[in-house]
T-cell receptor, first 111, second 115 residues
């Protein structure tokens, strides 16, 4: 069956460190993968998109990698700040515009 | 642009009642998605439309759920009759397909509680 798994339900790290979140998938061949941020009581907000022919994408302190052989994406936040605390969701483009989300990782950055 | 607008933001109803959730997508976006979010199941895709046409409703849990998109600026998700297990946050999202990619813009969600 098709699955999207995000490595941990929660991740706690100290301010200034790099946060690394993992998204693994099985039985998909996505043309692209996206990462979203969700704050409590709000809808998810788009952060980054990476296509299957791209290895890495960066935006300010964010970096995403996409390994179609390992069927894995890594999402990094460098120089993390308490304001980065949120739930981060990976999403796969499945087929015919269908976008499926992982269960999310709740990231907490402590001062 | 005001973004994706959903109403109501909160709804509390009793089991057996009909619930209608509404969504106004961003003008010019050609795809619309309805998701449901719970702690147990995360964000589940219920149904999506492309150019107002339903493309895939395989995520709709039961016949009690129905969705329509009568025009490019309005969609509804209806639950009739509602049950306590339908309690969740329902999100609507719209997107524009560019170079084969859809980036979703979500509304603020409608929190449904069925007693």
């Amino acid at each position: 069956s098709q699955k999207i798994e995000q490595n941990s339900e929660a991740l706690n790290i100290q301010e200034g460190k790099t946060a690394t979140l993992t998204c693994n998938y099985t039985n998909y061949s996505p043309a692209y993968l996206q990462w979203y941020r969700q704050d409590p009581g709000r809808g998810p907000v788009f952060l980054l998109l990476i296509r299957e022919n791209e290895k890495e994408k960066r935006k300010e302190r964010l970096k995403v990698t996409f390994d179609t052989t390992l069927k894995q994406s890594l999402f990094h936040i460098t120089a993390s700040q308490p304001a980065d605390s949120a739930t981060y969701l990976c999403a796969l483009y499945s087929s015919a515009s269908k976008i499926i989300f992982g269960s999310g990782t709740r990231l907490s950055i402590r001062p | 642009d005001a973004g994706v607008i959903q109403s109501p933001r909160h709804e509390v109803t009793e089991m057996g009642q009909e619930v209608t959730l509404r969504c106004k997508p961003i003008s010019g976006h050609n795809s619309l998605f309805w998701y449901r979010q719970t702690m147990m199941r995360g964000l589940e895709l219920l149904i999506y439309f492309n150019n107002n046409v339903p493309i895939d409703d395989s995520g709709m849990p039961e016949d009690r759920f129905s969705a329509k998109m009568p025009n490019a600026s309005f969609s509804t998700l209806k639950i009739q009759p509602s049950e306590p297990r339908d309690s969740a946050v329902y999100f609507c999202a719209s997107s524009l397909t560019i170079s084969g990619a859809n980036v979703l813009t979500f509304g603020a969600g409608s929190r449904l509680t069925v007693l």
